[in-house]
Nanobody
Framework: QVQLVESGGGLVQPGGSLRLSCAAS??????MGWYRQSPGKQRDLVAT???????KYAESVRGRFTISRDNAKSTVELQMNNLKPEDTAVYYC?????????????WGQGIQVTVSS
């Protein structure tokens, strides 16, 4: 069972910054990323990054958030700048791998990010 350990969430004022980190118990992945979920809403993609460093962002965070990874340490980080109240959500780290044409996803337990004055 792959474990994903998240850290770095918390309470921040609008316009502030937070940095989320996720450490995986395996170095095998095709891409890792972050998703978020607000109460009563579905879990949505925030950003993903491949082993090669190709990043993808949700339109709502493009230009404010930056995802990075360290393949050797099996970590992925999300730098969040200029945070807005609508960024408030539980953020989940994700690890995705495709093996023999089968997709596998692992999730962290989630970490709360609250943007409020």
């Amino acid at each position: 069972q792959v474990q994903l350990v998240e850290s770095g969430g918390g309470l921040v004022q609008p316009g502030g910054s937070l940095r989320l980190s996720c450490a995986a118990s395996t170095s095998r992945f095709d891409y890792m990323g972050w998703y978020r979920q607000s109460p009563g809403k579905q879990r949505d993609l925030v950003a993903t990054i491949t082993r090669a460093g190709l990043a993808k962002y949700a339109e709502s965070v493009r230009g404010r958030f930056t995802i990075s990874r360290d393949n050797a340490k099996s970590t992925v980080e999300l730098q969040m700048n200029n945070l807005k109240p609508e960024d408030t959500a539980v953020y989940y780290c994700n690890r995705h791998i495709r093996v023999l044409f089968q997709d596998y996803d692992d999730w962290g337990q989630g970490i709360q990010v609250t943007v409020s004055s």
